[in-house]
């Protein structure tokens, strides 16, 4: 594994839990197809997991984002500002949303990202730490 290691027993410098971001995400047709259901167990499995994290007190935060095509890039390519419409990559899948919890470790942070409803329906979970400040 090449990179910045997120070791399991790894706590900020602080000693406090780590700060992560889980980001679901699906294939765009299954994205596309979401959008236009109105699948209540769905929602209510997305009710359950948001409502629990909350209870447990690692939620940070959360947002669902809108599809991929309503988004904007911005380049500055020689200084000068360029917006593009729609997401910077062509991808077969798209980011539904994020959450940002607290959690002991990244196994904590793991389990947490496995209870995500979107995984029984094909997606995955990306789990990312966020910097702290002043952190290399």
Request: proline letters at 7%; hydrophobic letters at 40%; aromatic letters at 8%.
């Amino acid at each position: 594994m090449s990179g910045p290691q997120f070791p399991s027993e790894r706590r900020s410098k602080t000693g406090l839990p780590l700060s992560s971001r889980l980001a679901p995400s699906r294939s765009n047709q299954a994205f596309q197809a979401a959008e236009a259901s109105s699948d209540q167990a769905w929602v209510a499995n997305w009710e359950q997991f948001f409502g629990d994290l909350r209870a447990a007190g690692r939620l940070l935060g959360a947002e669902r984002l809108r599809p991929s095509a309503t988004a904007t890039t911005v380049r500055q390519p020689n200084g000068r500002t360029l917006l593009s419409d729609g997401p910077f990559i062509e991808s077969k899948e798209q980011l539904g949303g994020y959450f940002l919890i607290e959690a002991e470790n990244l196994d904590e942070a793991v389990a947490w990202a496995g209870r995500m409803p979107v995984l029984a329906r094909g997606g995955c979970v990306e789990v990312r730490p966020i910097w702290e400040r002043g952190a290399a």
